[in-house]
């Protein structure tokens, strides 16, 4: 079973820049479609970027396209969300997440299918 531990977040001015960081301990990461999302207080688990097992695609929210970019690290077991451009609107706890499916091509873009979570980093963007 993989284990997910998010960190870089904090809090940030609006218009400053974070990079959170998700290390993977314990499976087989590198098969796997690799996902951030995140949750403001009162509001739904949301998606926020997932990119393919390969690094060969990635997916975007329309809210964040253009401002953050995801990546990963297979060598390292690390995904990463560069986020540039943060809004007040952005703040939320940010979670990773794999997908239960490995080598898949197709874009995932909901919370269906990632069965398992990290505990979540708080970012705060102050305006």
């Known amino acids: 079973q993989v284990q997910l531990v998010e960190s870089g977040g904090g809090l940030v001015q609006a218009g400053g820049s974070l990079r959170l960081s998700c290390a993977a301990s314990?499976?087989?990461?590198?098969?796997?479609?690799m996902g951030w999302f995140r949750q403001a207080p009162g509001k739904e688990r949301e998606f926020v970027a997932t990119i393919r097992w390969d690094g060969g695609s990635t997916w975007y929210a329309d809210s964040v396209k253009d401002r953050f970019t995801i990546s990963r690290d297979n060598a390292k077991n690390t995904v990463y969300l560069q986020m540039n451009s943060l809004k007040p609107e952005d703040t939320a706890v940010y979670y990773c997440?794999?997908?239960?499916?490995?080598?898949?091509?197709?874009?995932?873009?909901?919370?269906?299918?990632?069965?398992?979570w990290g505990q979540g980093t708080q970012v705060t963007v102050s305006s």
């Open positions: 314990g499976g087989t990461y590198s098969r796997y479609t």
């Open positions: 997440a794999k997908y239960n499916i490995p080598y898949i091509m197709a874009g995932a873009t909901t919370t269906r299918n990632f069965g398992s």
